[in-house]
């Protein structure tokens, strides 16, 4: 497999994890898109090998671990661009990214909220979502960096719609679940409690399930979508055992605190940030840049190497499927 890893902010805790997870799993097949003086740097510090493979975008000069870079927002942004071009060519199958810092991008110019945004740009896809996805539980949300206030007018029956259609599919094709369950929260407590405390159950996520349910059915490939369920307590229902009773193989949240409190709070150093929808494979860790402890012995790197084993076992079932294989 042909995996992309853009190193992202210098000074973060991007460079040391890249250099611990080729050192520690091994680096066939990947290139970094980075900058080689940082890396070599930073695997000098550690007392492990550099990446073998580095398409160097930035040429920084004394870049101090957990203190920003006057000239980092516009590297991570290169390592992006540098990536993207790659796989625009055909030349990656999959694409690990290391946290980027997005205020200091901003400041260089980058036009995108985040990752996902940009991504699903630049590879041309119609609809992408952001699944993170650990050992014990997947979520989906519906919504991701809005405040709170604007949620329910976010919210739209078709909106919602593709977003559960684009889960199922993704459990069924990437993760090999022959029979993807999916659950779908409610927004209110309750899940409105018959509207007494909200009519937008009844309004958008019903029908929204009922839509996702016969678009997928077109497919004629069994799925199961319920909801709206009660947001405190789908995630139990949903978490495997013995942290819940593993009912459901993803949890279709319908804003970006109400998915992801549950899977951090079960999953937080193995947790990854999965893109659903672009034609080629994208994970992160699911943290930001660290600043605070870039460049000591406290950085923890579970999540990215969960990021990078999980982008190597979904491009490989793709690639599976491409050939027509027996799924992996």
């Known amino acids: ?177 022959a029979r993807p369950r999916v659950a779908v929260a409610g927004l209110n407590p309750h899940a409105g409690e018959g509207g007494h405390f909200g009519d937008e159950e009844a309004r958008i996520v019903s029908p929204a399930i009922d839509a996702a349910l016969m678009e997928l059915e077109k497919s004629q490939a069994p799925f199961e979508l319920s909801g709206p369920h009660v947001p405190d307590v789908v995630y139990r229902a949903a978490a495997a055992p013995p942290f819940g009773e593993g009912r459901f193989d993803a949890v279709v949240g319908l804003y970006h605190d109400q998915a992801l409190i549950p899977v951090k709070l079960l999953d937080f150093d193995e947790a990854v940030n999965v893109t659903l929808g672009l034609p080629i494979v994208r994970t992160s860790p699911d943290h930001g840049v660290a600043y605070d402890v870039a460049g000591t012995d406290r950085v923890r790197d579970g999540s990215f190497r969960a990021a990078l084993r999980l982008a190597l076992a979904l491009a490989a079932r793709r690639a599976a499927l491409r050939e027509g294989s027996p799924a992996l």
């Not at 050192?23 to 980075?34: K, M």
């Not at 199958?93 to 997005?102: E, G, S, W, Y």
């Open 1 to 177: 497999m042909r995996i992309g890893i853009t190193m992202g902010d210098p000074a973060g805790v991007g460079p040391e994890l890249v250099v611990r997870a080729l050192a520690v799993d091994g680096d066939e097949g990947a290139t970094v898109y980075g900058d080689r003086g940082v890396l070599e740097a930073t695997a000098r510090r550690l007392g492990l090998p550099a990446p073998a493979r580095v398409v160097e975008a930035s040429r920084l000069d004394r870049v101090t671990p957990g203190t920003p870079h006057e000239g980092g927002g516009a590297a991570q942004v290169a390592y992006l661009e540098a990536a993207i071009a790659a796989a625009r060519a055909g030349g990656l199958d999959a694409l690990v990214t290391a946290p980027i810092h997005k205020e200091a991008c901003l400041r260089a110019g980058f036009a995108f909220p985040g990752h996902t945004e940009l991504l699903a740009e630049r590879l041309g896809a119609a609809r992408v979502a952001m699944m993170i996805a650990g050992p014990r539980l997947r979520v989906v949300p519906a919504t991701i960096h809005l405040a709170l206030a604007q949620v329910p007018r976010a919210l739209t029956e078709g909106g919602l719609a593709a977003t559960i259609a684009l889960t199922a599919r993704a459990l069924r094709d990437d993760f090999g679940i």
